[in-house]
């Protein structure tokens, strides 16, 4: 039987993320759930991962449904730590539920899927010469976000909404913005965006391409699986 296990910058399980990428697996997969953050309290994260000031930023959530906010760089410190348990622990891949981009990270054995790379590849490729509206959780994001989608042109415009508002507004509103200066397709630019925020814009009535990672990641993982 082979294992997968989800990753998480935040506290595990994140069903919420994975269910998207878990309804699109062959059968027989055996699947775990891993944290950065797990075990730690509120206070514990935000003495060893609190935001640095002029550092990189990155979203998650907490087990009791609280959101954090966290630095970017010693998540990634951290993060290699959780990847050699995974593995230790028996995992033939792994997949990292977060879009930010983590450099150096390896594995001896087990495949490592890093949504940042697979879904800024498969953009580029399946949209290519479209204008690409994005959007990320934070203001804080849009100048690493605008770094990371620069390869893909033209080039993309960016607008900000947090995937775990209590409504779908402020996405509304930034999907229209984009629209408005000519989008062709929205990338929403992290993990915690999924099938309830494409619905919630096509209720609205927004009927251009959307793409979630959850969703690029779910089709693209079988293969590896069977």
Known sequence: MRELTFLTIGQAPRRDLSEPIEAQLPPGVRVRHVGVLDGLTRPGIEERFGPVEG???????LADGGTVTL????????LQGCVDRAEGEGADVIV????????????????????????TGYVATVLRGSRIGVVVPLAEQVAAAREKWQPVGPQPAFATASPYACDHTALRAAARTHLAAGAQALMLDCMGYG?????????????????????????????LLV
Not at 55 to 61: E, I, M, P, Q
Not at 71 to 78: F, H, I, R, S
């Open 55 to 61: 550092g990189g930023t990155l979203l998650s959530r």
């Open 71 to 78: 630095d970017a760089e010693a998540v990634g410190a951290a």
């Open 96 to 119: 990292l539920l977060c879009t930010g981009e983590f450099s150096g990270l390896r594995t001896r054995r087990a495949r490592l899927i890093e949504p940042d790379a697979l879904v």
């Open 195 to 223: 099938t309830r925020h494409r619905q919630a814009l096509r209720d609205a009535g927004i009927a251009v391409p959307v793409l979630t990672p959850g969703a690029v990641v779910g089709a693209a993982l079988g293969p």
